[in-house]
């Protein structure tokens, strides 16, 4: 896919053609994800998303991710019991959230927790694969105790034990909030965890597989990956969504409020995206769930005025390939679900550590370390000027 081809001449007089932001720059192999962007198809190790989204649970979807299987009813066993064992975070961890700024945002502080843990993993120079592989299930075991934890700690509540009774995706919320989550709220979560696990080369993956090529360590890693997803641009696009449709407050000032966005140029969120020229196969899903809950709690206005900046953005911009993407109508169903909108993005991380850690994985096993090149365009020649020589500009 031709990106944003640029041709610049260097500093030398040397023309060089490149793509900015590597797009449709391919950096490596994969066999863990496929996206047919024109298509607006996505599938995880050769599984559609949709059958995914309708069949699995985040524990299996993880294992497979991580395993390139899907598990034996014996492997899912053993791979929930030993997910479920590391869902406990020491307490030294919360001890480092408690002093942390209570006005620091939870991405800040999920950064500063999830680097914590590397401190207290007795093997952590160990870089055999197996031990990667635990590794990966302790993060992904972990992370919702972590995000959870730090929600309560900024509200000056205590950390809420794992409830092993619980599912995945049902103790996370029951964590959260403090009560145990409807089995249909549970299931929301689940698959909202599913069709936010994995995406191939998006920046926060990227980011994890350029650390790891180091031969740095799976921590170092998935810290990266949190500090990439922060940004409004990538995973931190949901919760300005949120803040965007409160701010619209009804349906009928959408459009109005959205053409004017756009006459600013200023960037929609929870729309377009690098490789997505068409409906993304996940916002699609997440629009249904959103409905539903909307009906179920008798409030449609997040998702009626959803609908609307769809409509007016796809009249608007949809021949540039323009459309919602994974984080557009995330925004009303978390918001439907009850969760704080500052949560919306760390959700993300805990949904995406499976992914990440499955290719940290995956780097390991074919590494070269990722080392691109630039078109140097600074002075072709200058020679050192003494302190006392140089005039002040
Ligand atoms: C995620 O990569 C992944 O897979 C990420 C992700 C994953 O699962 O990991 O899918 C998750 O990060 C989804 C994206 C969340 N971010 C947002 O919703 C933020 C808003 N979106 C944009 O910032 C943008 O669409 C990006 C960052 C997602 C993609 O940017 P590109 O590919 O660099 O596109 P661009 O900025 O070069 O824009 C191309 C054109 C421009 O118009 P022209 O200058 O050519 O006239 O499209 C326009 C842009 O102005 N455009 C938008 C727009 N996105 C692109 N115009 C209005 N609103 C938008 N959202």
């Known amino acids: 896919m031709a990106g944003k081809i640029r041709e610049v001449k260097d500093a030398f007089g040397k023309v060089h053609q490149f793509a900015e932001g590597l797009e449709g720059v391919i950096a490596t192999t ?3 994800c496929f996206i047919d962007g024109q ?3 996505l599938m995880y190790r050769g599984i559609p998303i949709e059958q995914l989204a309708e069949h699995s649970t985040y524990e299996e979807t993880s294992f497979f991710l991580l395993y390139g299987h899907l598990p034996t009813s014996r492997e899912l066993g053993d791979f929930i019991r030993r997910l479920k064992s590391h869902r406990a975070v020491a307490n030294e961890v919360f001890d480092i959230v408690r002093n942390l700024p209570k006005s620091a945002a939870p991405m800040s502080m999920l950064r500063t927790a999830i680097s914590s843990l590397g401190h207290f993993d007795q093997d952590a120079e160990d870089d055999s694969l197996e031990k990667h592989y635990q590794r990966a299930e302790h993060l992904i075991a972990a992370f919702p105790t972590v995000a959870a934890g730090i929600q309560r700690i900024r509200k000056g509540l205590e950390p809420i034990a794992p409830d092993p009774e619980l599912g995945h995706a049902a103790n996370f919320l029951y964590m959260l909030n403090g009560e145990r989550p409807t089995d249909y709220a549970a299931r929301v979560m689940d698959v909202a965890l599913i069709l936010h696990a994995e995406h191939g080369f998006n920046a926060s993956t990227f980011t994890a597989r350029v650390i790891i090529s180091t031969l740095s360590d799976m921590y170092s890693a998935v810290t990266g990956a949190i500090g990439s997803l922060k940004g409004p641009l990538h995973g ?8 965007m449709l409160m701010e619209i407050g009804s349906a009928d000032r959408a459009e109005d409020i959205i053409l004017q966005k756009l006459r600013n140029k200023d960037k929609i969120m929870g729309f377009g995206h690098r490789v997505y020229r068409a409906l993304d196969p996940r916002a699609k899903i997440l629009m249904q769930f959103s409905q539903k809950l909307a009906e179920q709690v008798g409030d449609t206005r997040w998702y009626d005025i959803s609908k609307k900046i769809q ?3 796809e009249r608007e911009v949809g021949h540039k390939g323009i459309y919602p993407n994974v984080d557009f109508f995330s925004a009303s169903l978390y918001y439907y679900l009850g969760i704080e909108v500052e949560m919306y993005t760390p959700i993300f991380a805990v949904s ?7 290719h940290v994985v995956e780097q390991l096993k074919h590494n070269r370390i990722f080392r691109p090149r630039s078109v140097y365009l600074g002075p072709a020649h200058m020679d050192y000027v003494p302190l006392d020589q140089r005039t002040e500009s």
């Open 30 to 32: 994969t066999e863990i």
């Open 311 to 313: 409509e007016v953005m």
């Open 236 to 243: 931190g696009a949901n919760e300005r969504v949120m803040r």
């Open 352 to 358: 995406r550590v499976a992914g990440w850690t499955a």
């Open 39 to 41: 298509a607006g198809k």
